[in-house]
C-alpha cells in the first residue's frame, strides 16, 4: 500500500516508506490479512500484456507487482517506479534473489511527471499509490500519455467500504489498519491511511477522472464490500488529452 507524494517527512511520505522498506511486505499481508496477493494478481490480469510487452508499473515500492508481472506474462519487461529510495532497494533485491533482473528496472520517479516517451509501454498500473498523489489527474494523463494506444491503465486503491456490511469493512479499515501500521512499522503517523482514504474521491468520481485524462471504457471493480477498487481504462487513439 504504497504511496507516491515527496520526500518530505509526513504520513504517507517517501522519507516514512524509506523507513518502513524492510517491514513493508509483512505489514500488507498483516492489514489486509493476506487479501492483498489476490487484489494484486486481478490488477495484473486486467492489465492484457501481450508476450514480449513492456509494462510499467508506478508506486512499485518493494516490487511486489511487478514481480507479479514478469512471472504471468512470458518475456514481458517490466520498469517499476517509485519515489523511495529506501523501497527500491529492498525491491531490487528480490528482483536479483527470484532471477528477474534481466526483465526487470527499478527508477526512482514521480508519478506525476514521468521521463519515458509517449507510447512506451503496452500497459500502465499503480496499486495502493494514486490516493496520495497530490495532483492525480495529471498523473493519470501522464499514464495516459506513456502508454500506446489501445493498452490499459490498471489502478488498484482503498476506498471507503460501501454495502450492508460496510460497518464491519469500516472498523477495519479505521481502527485495524492504523494499530496494526503502526505496530508493525513503529511510525505513529501511519494512521495516516485511514485519512487519505476518507479523502478519496467516490469511486464514479475517480472514474470521471480516467475518462477526463483520455481513458476509454472506464469500469470500476469492487472488491471486499468496496474496500478495494480495480479501475480499468483503455487509452485511445489519440492518447492523452492536453
Not at 512470458?74 to 527500491?88: C, I, T
Not at 506513456?146 to 467500504?161: A, D, F, H, I, N
Not at 485511514?194 to 471493480?221: H, N, Y
Request: hydrophobic share 45%.
Amino acid at each position: 500500500m504504497n504511496t507516491e507524494a515527496g520526500t518530505e517527512t509526513r504520513g504517507g511520505s517517501g522519507a516514512m516508506f524509506d523507513r518502513i522498506a524492510h517491514r513493508y511486505d509483512a505489514l500488507n499481508r498483516a492489514m489486509s490479512f493476506g487479501m492483498d496477493r489476490s487484489w494484486r494478481r486481478r490488477l495484473v490480469a486486467s492489465l492484457q500484456l501481450p508476450a514480449g510487452g513492456r509494462a510499467l508499473d508506478v508506486a512499485t515500492g518493494t516490487a511486489d507487482v511487478a514481480l507479479r508481472i514478469a512471472k504471468a506474462v512470458p518475456g514481458v519487461h517490466v520498469v517499476g517506479l517509485d519515489p523511495s529510495a529506501g523501497m527500491l532497494e529492498v525491491g531490487i533485491e528480490k528482483v536479483r534473489e527470484q532471477g528477474f533482473s534481466d526483465r526487470i528496472k527499478l527508477v526512482e520517479g514521480d508519478a506525476r511527471d514521468l521521463g519515458f516517451d509517449d507510447n512506451s509501454f503496452d500497459a500502465t498500473c499503480i496499486s495502493f499509490g494514486i490516493r496520495n498523489v497530490p495532483d492525480r489527474g495529471r498523473a493519470l494523463r501522464e499514464f495516459a500519455r506513456v502508454t500506446k494506444p489501445g493498452g490499459r491503465v490498471c489502478v488498484l486503491e482503498l476506498s471507503e467500504p460501501q454495502g450492508l456490511l460496510a460497518p464491519i469493512a469500516g472498523l477495519w479499515v479505521h481502527r485495524v489498519v492504523p494499530v496494526l501500521g503502526a505496530a508493525f512499522s513503529g511510525a505513529d503517523e501511519y494512521d495516516y491511511l485511514q485519512k487519505s482514504i476518507a479523502a478519496f474521491p467516490a469511486s464514479a468520481v475517480f472514474a470521471q477522472m480516467m475518462r477526463d485524462a483520455g481513458l476509454e471504457d472506464v469500469t470500476v471493480r469492487p472488491m471486499q464490500f468496496g474496500v478495494v477498487n480495480l479501475y480499468v481504462g483503455v487509452v485511445g487513439a489519440k492518447g492523452a488529452k492536453e
